[in-house]
């Protein structure tokens, strides 16, 4: 999402409360009218008028300032949420079952969890958070990454950083469900070696 407004980026990672902070900051963001254009726009000629997907739903940074040029892209405030890639694993595949026309939906609809981990193999269903956000050494590529654990404290962090007063809702919530209870003793070491990467910058542990 990107505001050229208000001068912010919104780095939305899939299955990390992203449509709920999308949803809270549009207000801010556009105008009463621009925002009625944008609906009008959106659902009939399936257009974005005020650029905010210029880069896709869910771009990396790199995509970012290969549209933007990366002089354009460090004026603007950018921020993003990283989750637990345990939780993270599991929100992707309730998600999934309930969305017909995902890659993995039938996939899903006809395994449960563990095997459906199992079946992927060495192959990541969605990227991973560091490739998106992180540099190559490692090194944040964004002005603050909040935690999907902590999504209200640290939203309310990122509405003190642009100046505005929001609240999230929240779109696209699955059901709650303890992840620990549901992965086997495999799948922990398969989701581990699958974003090992995020495991690894971030600092996220199974227990």
């Known amino acids: 999402m990107i505001s050229f407004r208000r001068k912010f980026i919104f780095i939305h990672i899939g299955k990390n409360g992203g449509k709920s902070v999308e949803k809270a900051l ?3 963001s556009l105008t009463r009218t621009q925002r009625f254009i944008k609906y009008i726009d959106t659902r009939t000629f399936k257009r974005d008028p005020y650029r905010e997907r210029l880069a896709g739903s869910h771009p990396s940074v790199a995509d970012l300032k290969a549209v933007l040029g990366e002089d354009v892209f460090n004026e603007f405030y950018s921020f993003c949420f990283v ?3 345990w939780s993270r694993m599991l929100s992707f595949y309730s998600f999934t079952k309930l969305r017909p026309k995902s890659e993995f939906h039938t996939d899903a609809m006809s395994m449960n969890f563990n ?4 079946y992927l193999g060495e192959n990541r269903p969605m990227a991973s958070q560091s490739s ?3 540099e190559a050494d490692g090194k944040p590529a964004v002005s603050f990454i909040g935690r999907f654990e902590n999504l209200d404290s640290n939203f309310q962090t990122v509405c003190s950083a642009l100046g505005c007063n929001a609240t999230l809702p929240h779109k ?3 059901k709650p469900k303890d992840f620990r ?3 086997s003793s495999n799948s922990v070491d398969s989701v581990a070696r699958l974003f090992a990467d995020d495991v690894r910058n971030f600092g996220y542990i199974f227990e």
């Open 132 to 134: 998106l956000v992180l």
């Open 172 to 174: 696209n919530k699955t």
């Open 83 to 85: 989750r637990n890639p």
């Open 115 to 118: 095997d459906f981990i199992e």
């Open 26 to 28: 549009r207000p801010f």
């Open 181 to 183: 209870s549901v992965y």
